[in-house]
Structures are given as structure tokens and as C-alpha cells.
């Protein structure tokens, strides 16, 4: 079934391609049937079908023409280099290189950029906060949030004469899942946002340039609380299973909803699909409008807790980013801690506030 699904997002990508052609799409396409007609000179057919009464001959036509359509093919793809060139050299990339982590290791995403990327003149943003995943202090905590508020104003002051349509966010987070959210929301209404993961086995960046496989999501009513529920936890168990003990007992309050693959799978970097990512995190927003929203009138709060890849947290963050939203809170689990499990969150929308690192 996956295979199918991934088969027809192929043709889809193919399709959306073609309605939108580019000069280099066209000038393959010519140079690719120049060389094909070109190469059938070589041989020559004649195959007679005798119900029409006519023949059918393959090669051995005058190729005068195909070698003006191979001339021509080559001069587009060298405008259209020129062009990729100028566009580029007109452009910005702003790399943002968040560790919160353990930092010794990983490479700069730099080093793995796509071909379309490359040419850009880059510019770096830091946000280094090495195991900041095993902290309770609050000021250290508050700092990290702080560079990442900082995002918006940088990208607006760097390259003040150009558009946002000339600028290109690429992200790079190692960090825990709270900040990783906020930063996703802070840029969310940006235009070109690439984001990576980093590949712990392979030790290298990739980015999500797979084809979505149509897997869907299940949301299950775990304790509804009642009509009356102010506050609601979302728990989304992807990539490993969220302990659901833990959450019932330091969010006994909340009512509760858990959100898996409706495999049931469990498994890293299972949503190497920007496309299906978008689809996923739209999903979940959808959810929370369609079904949330209209069920828990008096809702003030949304907690949420999360097990995926950076990069699919990085765009729920960033697709929460709406006005009419309760007040979201991405939690950070730390099964180390002595006390709670979950010792602090960020805020992403707490009013005149902003953002906020809470315990």
C-alpha cells in the first residue's frame, strides 16, 4: 500500500512539474529527444502494415533538424544556468545552527546542502545551548528562547533591501522539543524554509526530500475530562510511544488525546517527506479545530507532548501558529528528573508575553 501511495505522489511531483515548466525542464526535454533521434540515425526500418496499406519507416530521416533542436537545447540550458546563477547571486541563506543538545559531532549543515542552495551566499545564526536538555534553570532556559526571538529581527536586518521571496531559511536543530517548536513558530511566515535532520547512525544531515507514502494519523480520546475540561493534552507518540502513565499523572487534570500513526508503527525519521510533513502537522491543526475546539467551549490551554524528528516538530510548531488558538505549550520530557518528568515547557503564545519557558 505504502509503495503505491509513494508511486502516486511520484507521478503527482511529475505532473505539478510539467504544468509549471521552467526553461530547464523544456531544455532537457529537447535535449533528451534530439539525442534520442539522433541516435535512430544510426539504424533504419521500414515496417509495413498491411491493414492500412501503408509502411512505417524508424531512422534514417534527414537529421538537419534534430541538430538544430540539440543547438537549441544547449543554448536554453546554459541561459537557464545563467539564470539559476543571477538568481542565486540576488539571494540570501540564513543558516541556523540550534544545538541544545550534545554538540560535539555533529557536522555543519552547511556541508550537505541542496544543489539549489549551494550557490547562495550564506549567513550564520548560532544558537548554542550545549545539554540544555538536562537543566531545570530557568535563566539558562530563557537565554536559549531569547537568540531564538531573536530569528525575526535578524532575518528582517539582514539583507534589508531584499524581499522575503529572495530570502532562504535553512534550520538545523539538535535541541530539545520545546525550543525546536518555538523556533518553528517564531519563522513560520517566511516563505523559504528548508529544514534538516540530523541522521545519528549515519552521522550526516539530510533533508526530507522523500516522497510522502499517504500514511495517516489516529487521534484516540484517551479521558475526555468532560465538557467542562479547561485544559487539554495532546500527546503525539511517533517515533517511540509516550508514556501515557506519566502524562495521566503530572497532567491528571487535562483531558487527554494521543496521536500515533494509524500503523501503530514506531520509528525514526519515518516522515522524510517535507510534503507529508506539511500534511501531518496541517493534520493535527485540523484536529484541533474540527474536533477539539467546538468540544471544550471553555478551553484555555493546549500541553503538548511530542516523539518525532526535528524537522516534523520544527513545522507543527511553526503550522500552530494561529491567532485563534488557547494558549499552546510544547513540554520537555526528561525521564532523568527526580521530580517531574516533564520539569518545564515553552510557552508559544501567552499574549503580550510572547514566548515563555515555564516549569
Known amino acids: 500500500m505504502k509503495f503505491i501511495q509513494v508511486f502516486l505522489s511520484f507521478l503527482k511531483s511529475v505532473l505539478e512539474a510539467s504544468r509549471k515548466p521552467s526553461i530547464m525542464w523544456f531544455a532537457k526535454v529537447m535535449l533528451l529527444a534530439s539525442l534520442g533521434e539522433l541516435g535512430a540515425q544510426t539504424f533504419s526500418a521500414q515496417i509495413p502494415i498491411q491493414a492500412w496499406g501503408v509502411t512505417v519507416t524508424i531512422g534514417g530521416n534527414d537529421s538537419g533538424f534534430f541538430i538544430l533542436l540539440f543547438v537549441v537545447s544547449l543554448v536554453l540550458l546554459l541561459y537557464g544556468e545563467y539564470r539559476e546563477k543571477k538568481e542565486a547571486d540576488d539571494s540570501q541563506l540564513i543558516a541556523v545552527r540550534h544545538m541544545g543538545l550534545v554538540d560535539h559531532g555533529i557536522d555543519d549543515i552547511q556541508n550537505y546542502l541542496p544543489k539549489a542552495l549551494k550557490r547562495i551566499r550564506s549567513q550564520a545564526f548560532s544558537i548554542l545551548h550545549v545539554n540544555s536538555h538536562q537543566t531545570n534553570d530557568m535563566g539558562e532556559l530563557e537565554a536559549q528562547l531569547q537568540n531564538i526571538r531573536r530569528l525575526p529581527q535578524y532575518i528582517q536586518d539582514s539583507g534589508y533591501t531584499l524581499n522575503n521571496a529572495k530570502k532562504h531559511i535553512l534550520y538545523g536543530g539538535v535541541a530539545p522539543v520545546p525550543m525546536v517548536a518555538a523556533a518553528g513558530h517564531v519563522i ?172
Open 188 to 359: 513560520s511566515n517566511m516563505q523559504n524554509v528548508h529544514v534538516g535532520d540530523w541522521d545519528r547512525e549515519k552521522k550526516k544531515w539530510h533533508f526530507n526530500n522523500e516522497f510522502d507514502d499517504g500514511e495517516l494519523l489516529k487521534f484516540e480520546e484517551v479521558d475526555s475530562k468532560g465538557y467542562e475540561a479547561t485544559a487539554l493534552t495532546i500527546a503525539i507518540s511517533l517515533s517511540i510511544p509516550i508514556r501515557k502513565n506519566v502524562i495521566q499523572d503530572e497532567f491528571s487534570e487535562n483531558a487527554l488525546i494521543e496521536v500515533t500513526y494509524a500503523s501503530g508503527e514506531y520509528k525514526y525519521d519515518n516522515a522524510s517527506s517535507s510534503v507529508k510533513q506539511e500534511r501531518l502537522a496541517k493534520s493535527i491543526l485540523e484536529f484541533i479545530n474540527s474536533n477539539i475546539i467546538p468540544n471544550y467551549p471553555n478551553l484555555e490551554k493546549l500541553d503538548i507532548l511530542i516523539t518525532a524528528q526535528a524537522s516534523l516538530v520544527f513545522r507543527i510548531g511553526s503550522v500552530l501558529n494561529q491567532g485563534h488558538l488557547p494558549k499552546i505549550v510544547f513540554h520537555h520530557f526528561n525521564p532523568k528528573s527526580e521530580n517531574k518528568k516533564h520539569p518545564w515547557g515553552v510557552v508559544l503564545n501567552d499574549g503580550k508575553n510572547g514566548y515563555k519557558v515555564v516549569a
